[in-house]
């Protein structure tokens, strides 16, 4: 794919473009970087694709003539039957559609989620197979332009307003872009507020993406469809807090309830652009702007300490410690105490310019 200058002068993009090849080199050779042993679970960690179910994982039986799990098995044949309507017609419906045709059987969403989980799993297909699809709530903006599977043409370029992501991301087709990077951006105020600065068109070309907090299924689908088919870098800004960094995770090595689906959904090729803790003190950023880390915040922190990817990510482990030991997290809206624009204006430019991501 061929770049041409857009916004700032090309030598802005130097370092952008070097992280590129290297990223491509990596892929040539067959992974993003040295591989990690390590199992937690039922799960094991490949550095090349995350988070993945091990095919020896423990597993349970659900009989129908058990008091124990006669109601879940009741209830995984009634979905299975949905199931085989909606592939036998070759039409879709959502997790709510389904949920919300017998309400009170099934009393709750999460038990309709679940089982698909558990279907989609025991079969080793994805939703999407099942004919079953994800209400999105993500949001993209930016350098973009797709088709989508009812033939509407979506033009993503920033504005006032973003796009909604599509609900089937498969079925999206013909995507085209110039950008330089993929920005995943945590919070929907921050996305929001990138938008406002006209970030998109100041730093062009680009595509911002966020998925409202810790994100929803096409969210994921649609990062990972991006990389797989511009390989171009992905970022993230989230918070310096556990939480942000949980987030940037799920992203880049997935999670261990979508362990099964790893190869579709993780891009481990993902980095931290910000808002790094050692950020923190390199900017000044005072006291007050600052947050104390609370019990759950601690042992979330130490709980992602302990995960296998962090020993092949020390720049990460020495970004959590400085965390760690200070007992202070910040969310990314402390940098508006520099200026109101400032994150668009100087932090990201700077970071992007320099290569100021781990």
């Not at 992280?19 to 993003?32: D, F, N, P, V």
């Not at 990690?36 to 994982?57: I, K, T």
Request: with cysteine.
């Amino acid at each position: 794919m061929a770049f041409a200058p857009m916004g700032p002068e090309a030598s802005f993009f130097e370092v952008l473009d070097r992280h590129r090849e290297s990223l491509l080199a990596a892929l040539r050779r067959g992974g993003q970087e040295p591989p990690s042993g390590g199992s937690r679970l039922a799960s094991r960690f490949e550095d090349s694709v995350g988070l993945q179910m091990v095919s020896h994982c423990t597993t349970r039986k659900i009989k129908s003539d058990s008091p124990k799990s006669v109601k879940k098995f009741a209830l995984i044949l009634k979905i299975l039957s949905m199931i085989y309507k909606l592939v036998q017609s070759n039409t879709y419906a959502t997790k709510r559609d389904i949920y919300y045709t017998d309400s009170q059987l099934f009393g709750n969403q999460t038990v309709v989620d679940n089982i698909i989980n558990d279907i989609s799993c025991m079969l080793k297909v994805s939703r999407r197979s099942l004919h079953i699809l994800s209400t999105s709530k993500g949001l993209i903006a930016g350098n973009l332009r797709y088709i989508e599977e009812d033939g509407t043409k979506v033009n993503c370029t920033c504005g006032a307003t973003a796009v909604a992501v599509p609900s089937n991301i498969q079925g999206i087709r013909n995507l085209v872009t110039d950008a330089k990077f993929v920005l995943i951006v945590e919070k929907d105020a921050t996305f929001q507020r990138l938008l406002d600065d006209n970030f998109c068109n100041k730093l062009s070309p680009c595509i911002m993406i966020t998925g409202k907090g810790v994100p929803d299924l096409n969210t994921r689908l649609l990062v990972k469809k991006l990389w797989d088919t511009f390989h171009v870098p992905v970022f993230t800004l989230v918070d310096a807090d556990p939480h942000g960094i949980e987030i940037m995770c799920i992203y880049k090595y997935g999670s261990m309830s979508m362990s099964f689906e790893a190869h579709h959904l993780t891009v481990p090729a993902i980095r931290w652009l910000g808002l790094l803790p050692s950020d923190l003190k390199r900017l000044n950023v005072p006291k007050h702007s600052l947050i104390p880390l609370t019990n759950r915040d601690q042992m979330k922190l130490d709980s992602i300490l302990r995960r296998p990817y962090v020993t092949c990510q020390p720049f990460w482990r020495k970004e959590m410690e400085i965390m760690a030991d200070s007992k202070m997290k910040a969310e990314i809206q402390a940098l508006t105490f520099l200026s109101s624009d400032y994150l668009s204006r100087v932090y990201l430019p700077n970071k992007l310019k320099f290569g100021g991501w781990i």
